[in-house]
């Protein structure tokens, strides 16, 4: 399991005085009013940063840190990660998991057949969808739905599915 979850990625600068436009990649964009601290991924550390105002336009969100005063400081961290850990990370309901959780899991169907491994989760406005890499090097789309997903298993690293007509046509 990573210790470190992805809440956002810097985009852009914005205006002069240190803001940086951030691209969300958590399904709540309010959470960052509330957050108090966030690692930001340089690629050779992680640094803590702290929000000092949040704005949102778009569907970006403008961050102010209190580490930041110019545009100079900031300009060298787009494309970088924002980054909680998991003691900050959203409270998950039952049956909920972390994508980043669920990639690398073994999936096997309801007749104890491995079908491969989970390799992406695909966010739709219906249900995610479940992409598994085949040991064949295909790929097989699983509806995240419940005559589809029977459990997942953490501790196992696994992953029980039932294949529906059609899936693997």
Request: hydrophobic share 40%.
């Amino acid at each position: 399991m990573e210790d470190f979850l992805q809440v956002g990625v810097i985009s852009s600068t914005h205006g002069i005085k240190g803001e940086v436009k951030v691209f969300p990649t958590t399904d709540d964009v309010n959470r960052f009013k509330k957050m108090k601290e966030v690692y930001l991924d340089t690629g050779k550390e992680k640094i803590i940063l702290h929000p000092e105002s949040v704005k949102f336009f778009k569907q970006f969100v403008i961050l102010k840190f209190k580490e930041f005063n110019n545009i100079n400081e900031v300009e060298q961290y787009r494309n970088k990660s924002l980054l909680v850990d998991r003691e900050h990370a959203v409270k998950l309901r039952k049956d909920e998991y972390f994508i980043a959780d669920l990639i690398g899991l073994k999936v096997i169907t309801d007749e104890d057949k491995i079908l491969g491994t989970l390799k992406d989760v695909l966010q739709t406005d219906a249900n995610d969808v479940y992409i598994v890499e085949t040991e064949d090097g295909k790929e097989v789309l699983l509806p995240a739905i419940k005559e589809c997903i029977l459990n997942v298993d953490m501790e196992a690293g696994e992953v029980l599915v039932h294949v529906m007509d059609g899936l693997l046509d």
